[in-house]
């Protein structure tokens, strides 16, 4: 039942009451970051995730080549060696705004203020 309740959690914060369009790119990215990244990685993005290593600050290149291909641009080095992440193509036009979520301030304090 928690786990029900966490999913509409997240559905009623993604969802709200404003335009998607209308939003900062930060809000926008922080909103795919809740629905699609926090299952891996912490919904803190400073911190390790479970299976997910901290992605607070990751350039976009690399965002790009993780989300979209699950591979890494040349001459990155991982910071694990796991290779469970899958390829993610429906996020292509999510990107700019991922990346300036993870770019920000606040990318530093924890994403899920808002959820119980």
């Not at 290593?53 to 796991?82: D, F, N, Q, W």
């Not at 993610?88 to 700019?96: G, V």
């Amino acid at each position: 039942m928690r786990g029900v309740f966490a999913l509409f959690s997240v559905a009623i914060t993604l969802v709200g009451c404003s335009d998607p369009k209308s939003l900062p790119p930060t809000e926008r990215g922080r909103r795919i970051y809740l629905a699609s990244c926090v299952t891996c990685h912490s919904p803190d993005p400073t911190k390790p995730g479970s299976k997910g290593p901290e992605i607070a600050g990751a350039s976009r290149e690399l965002l790009a080549a993780r989300v979209l291909h699950a591979a890494y641009p040349p001459g990155y080095t991982p910071k694990r060696a796991t290779r469970e992440m899958v390829p993610l193509p429906h996020l292509a036009a999510k990107i700019d705004d991922l990346a300036a979520f993870l770019a920000a301030p606040a990318a530093s304090s924890p994403v899920a203020r808002d959820m119980p």
